[in-house]
C-alpha cells in the first residue's frame, strides 16, 4: 500500500519570474488536493536563480493558506541553517493556523554552495556534526512545557507537528531509527545509497511516541505525457538543469529542446543516467510499469513525485496523469492512508 504525495521546489522558468513561480505552486497544491495527493511539500534551497522557495515556511503558509484539506509541509528545513528554537515557532505558528496540516522534514545538508552557506549562518554553532543534537532539540520544544523549563516555543510547546528525517545517505536513515522518526530519500536526485539506507533504517528501527512502526517515504521524478516522445521532450529541461548545476552555472528552468539526451558526450549522459536512476519517464502505461517497479524494488511506503516541467499546464497534466495511475493501481493513494506519527 503506497500513498502518493507531491514535492514542489517553485522552478523558476526561462521567461518567468519568482512571482509567477510561487502563484503557480499554489495553483499545482489546489490541483493536486483535488486529485488525491496525501501532502505537498517545498524544500528550502538559497541563491537558486531557479528556485523560488527559499522562505519555505512562508510558502508553505501560502500555500495552506489557499488549500483546505491537503498536508502541507518542508521537505526540508535545512536545520544546520537555523536555531532550533526559530523552526519550532514557525512550525508552532503553522500548526496554530494550519491544525492537523502541518509536517516539518528536517535535513542536514546547506541546501546551497559553500560560500552562500558562510552568508546564512551566523549562530555560535553551525557545524553540521551538531544535527543530531539539534533534532532531540527540536522534538523537546514540540513537547508539553516541563516544570522549571525556561525556553519554550509559542506557538509550539505540546503541539502535534510531525517531524520527518530526510537524507540522501546511511547517516539519516540511522538517527532516523534511532529516534523513531519517519525517513524520506532523496531518491530523486541522489539515489545512489537508496537501497543501503532504507535497509538500515528498517533493520534498526526504534519504536517510539511518534511512529511504531518504520516508515519511508522516497523521493521520485515523474514526467508523464501523452507518449514517451512527448515526456521525453519535457524531461529535457531538467536534464539541462541537472547538467548547468554540475557545472556551476545554475540558472532558471530551461525551455526543453528535442533530442536533447542525444546530443550529450557518452559521460554526460551516464552522469544523468545515474541521477535520474530513480525516475518514471513517459506515457501512462510506461509510467505505471516504473512506479510498480519501483515499489516494488523499494517497499516504499510513500512516494512523493516531482516534476521539474518548464510549461506549467505541461506539468499539471503529468501530476493528474499520475495521480490517475495512483487511483488504479495503488487503491491506498486515493485514501491517503499513512503510518502512525507520519502525519496521516
Same mark, same amino acid.
Given at each position: 500500500?503506497?500513498?502518493?504525495?507531491?514535492?514542489?521546489?517553485?522552478?523558476?522558468?526561462?521567461?518567468?519570474?519568482?512571482?509567477?513561480?510561487?502563484?503557480?505552486?499554489?495553483?499545482?497544491?489546489?490541483?493536486?488536493?483535488?486529485?488525491?495527493?496525501?501532502?505537498?511539500?517545498?524544500?528550502?534551497?538559497?541563491?537558486?536563480?531557479?528556485?523560488?522557495?527559499?522562505?519555505?515556511?512562508? @510558502?508553505?503558509?501560502?500555500?495552506?493558506?489557499?488549500?483546505?484539506?491537503?498536508?502541507?509541509?518542508?521537505?526540508?528545513?535545512?536545520?544546520?541553517?537555523?536555531?532550533?528554537?526559530?523552526?519550532?515557532?514557525?512550525?508552532?505558528?503553522?500548526?496554530?493556523? %494550519?491544525?492537523?496540516?502541518?509536517?516539518?522534514?528536517?535535513?542536514?545538508?546547506?541546501?546551497?554552495?559553500?560560500?552562500?552557506?558562510?552568508?546564512?549562518?551566523?549562530? !555560535?554553532?553551525?557545524?553540521?556534526?551538531?544535527?543530531?543534537?539539534?533534532?532531540?532539540?527540536?522534538?523537546?520544544?514540540?513537547?508539553?512545557?516541563?516544570?522549571?523549563?525556561?525556553?519554550?516555543?509559542?506557538?509550539?510547546?505540546?503541539?502535534?507537528?510531525?517531524?520527518?528525517? !530526510?537524507?540522501?545517505?546511511? %547517516?539519516?536513515?540511522?538517527?532516523?531509527?534511532?529516534?523513531? !522518526?519517519?525517513?524520506?530519500?532523496?531518491?530523486?536526485?541522489?539515489?545512489?545509497?537508496?537501497?543501503?539506507?532504507?535497509?538500515?533504517?528498517?533493520?534498526?528501527?526504534?519504536?517510539?511516541?511518534?511512529?511504531?512502526?518504520?516508515? @519511508?517515504?522516497?523521493?521520485?521524478?515523474?514526467?508523464?505525457?501523452?507518449?514517451?516522445?512527448?515526456?521525453?521532450?519535457?524531461?529535457?529541461?531538467?536534464?539541462?538543469?541537472?547538467?548547468?548545476?554540475?557545472?556551476?552555472?545554475?540558472?532558471?528552468?530551461?525551455?526543453?529542446?528535442?533530442?536533447?539526451?542525444?546530443?550529450?558526450?557518452?559521460?554526460?549522459?551516464?552522469?544523468?543516467?545515474? @541521477?535520474?536512476?530513480?525516475?518514471?519517464?513517459?506515457?501512462?502505461?510506461?509510467?505505471?510499469?516504473?512506479?510498480?517497479?519501483?515499489?516494488?524494488?523499494?517497499?516504499?511506503?510513500?512516494?512523493?513525485?516531482?516534476?521539474?516541467?518548464?510549461?506549467?499546464?505541461?506539468?499539471?497534466?503529468?501530476?493528474?496523469?499520475?495521480?490517475?495511475?495512483?487511483?488504479?493501481?495503488?487503491?491506498?493513494?486515493?485514501?491517503?492512508?499513512?503510518?502512525?506519527?507520519?502525519?496521516?
Amino acid at each position: 500500500m503506497t500513498v502518493f504525495s507531491v514535492l514542489d521546489l517553485s522552478p523558476i522558468v526561462e521567461g518567468g519570474d519568482a512571482a509567477q513561480a510561487l502563484a503557480n505552486t499554489l495553483d499545482l497544491a489546489q490541483h493536486a488536493e483535488r486529485w488525491g495527493y496525501r501532502r505537498f511539500w517545498l524544500a528550502e534551497h538559497h541563491n537558486m536563480p531557479g528556485i523560488a522557495s527559499a522562505a519555505t515556511p512562508v @510558502v508553505i503558509g501560502h500555500v495552506a493558506s489557499g488549500t483546505r484539506s491537503i498536508r502541507v509541509g518542508a521537505g526540508g528545513i535545512m536545520l544546520p541553517n537555523h536555531s532550533p528554537l526559530v523552526v519550532a515557532e514557525q512550525f508552532g505558528t503553522l500548526a496554530t493556523l %494550519f491544525p492537523g496540516r502541518i509536517d516539518l522534514g528536517v535535513g542536514r545538508a546547506p541546501g546551497t554552495d559553500p560560500l552562500t552557506m558562510r552568508a546564512l549562518r551566523r549562530g !555560535l554553532d553551525d557545524d553540521v556534526r551538531a544535527f543530531p543534537d539539534n533534532v532531540v532539540e527540536l522534538l523537546r520544544y514540540f513537547q508539553p512545557v516541563a516544570p522549571g523549563q525556561r525556553v519554550r516555543a509559542v506557538p509550539g510547546a505540546g503541539l502535534d507537528v510531525p517531524i520527518w528525517i !530526510l537524507g540522501s545517505s546511511t %547517516f539519516g536513515a540511522e538517527l532516523a531509527a534511532a529516534l523513531g !522518526l519517519p525517513y524520506a530519500f532523496a531518491s530523486h536526485f541522489a539515489p545512489a545509497q537508496l537501497a543501503s539506507a532504507i535497509d538500515l533504517y528498517r533493520r534498526k528501527f526504534q519504536p517510539s511516541a511518534a511512529l511504531e512502526m518504520p516508515y @519511508v517515504m522516497l523521493g521520485i521524478n515523474v514526467v508523464a505525457a501523452e507518449t514517451d516522445e512527448r515526456a521525453a521532450f519535457l524531461l529535457s529541461s531538467l536534464e539541462q538543469a541537472f547538467l548547468n548545476l554540475r557545472r556551476g552555472l545554475p540558472g532558471r528552468l530551461p525551455l526543453p529542446v528535442a533530442g536533447f539526451a542525444e546530443q550529450l558526450a557518452p559521460m554526460e549522459r551516464a552522469g544523468l543516467d545515474e @541521477v535520474l536512476s530513480c525516475a518514471a519517464i513517459g506515457s501512462p502505461s510506461t509510467v505505471e510499469q516504473r512506479l510498480r517497479r519501483f515499489i516494488q524494488q523499494t517497499g516504499a511506503d510513500e512516494l512523493i513525485v516531482t516534476a521539474m516541467i518548464h510549461d506549467h499546464s505541461a506539468r499539471l497534466r503529468s501530476y493528474e496523469l499520475t495521480a490517475e495511475i495512483a487511483r488504479r493501481c495503488f487503491p491506498s493513494a486515493a485514501s491517503g492512508v499513512a503510518g502512525a506519527g507520519a502525519g496521516a
